[in-house]
């Protein structure tokens, strides 16, 4: 009897192995495999598959927006005022670049205008430090004898950055 079952066991057992390695068959609607119907470690195949449904499949490409240069003015003294600038190396077109000037020292010998151009800068600067106001656009003026001291006024400028290199000078 523990004979014929273990033979029973071991038949069943090799029926099971041989039923594993039996090749598999998947199927898929649209779906198609070419090559040789067995296939080993390191053959290539071929899978083609197609998706339909109902809704739309959109695929998106990742595009890389070009940045453009931007060149500031170099430190400049007008009348004893010191203007020095900081802002962004490289922007984006359509993108709107901050700019912060850094206003120091005492307006003597006469009112110290600085006047920045280029790609329509101009600040919001609303007046906030007494004799020093916005002329014009892009343009500051610090009055004569007016003294920012070592720690100074920053005022902020901004222009719509350009699908080329941008420079900002001042007068």
Do not use: C
């Amino acid at each position: 009897m523990r004979k014929r079952i273990s033979s029973v066991l071991a038949g069943l057992l090799a029926a099971l192995l041989l039923w594993g390695l039996a090749p598999v068959t998947a199927e898929a609607a649209g779906a198609s495999f070419s090559g040789s119907g067995s296939v080993r470690a390191g053959d290539s195949v071929t899978v083609t598959f197609t998706v339909s449904g109902d809704k739309n499949i959109v695929l998106k490409d990742k595009s890389v927006a070009t940045s453009y240069a931007i060149t500031l003015p170099a430190e400049k003294t007008t009348n004893g005022v010191t203007v020095k600038f900081e802002g962004p190396a490289k922007a984006v077109a359509g993108q709107t670049v901050t700019v912060t000037a850094k206003l120091t020292g005492k307006a003597t010998g006469g009112d110290a205008v600085f006047t920045l151009s280029g790609h329509s800068i101009d600040t919001a600067y609303a007046g906030t430090f007494t004799g020093v106001s916005k002329s014009a656009a892009g343009q500051l003026t610090v009055a004569n004898n007016t003294d920012l001291g070592a720690a100074g006024l920053e005022v902020t400028f901004t222009f719509t950055m350009p699908a080329s290199d941008a420079t900002i000078s001042i007068a």
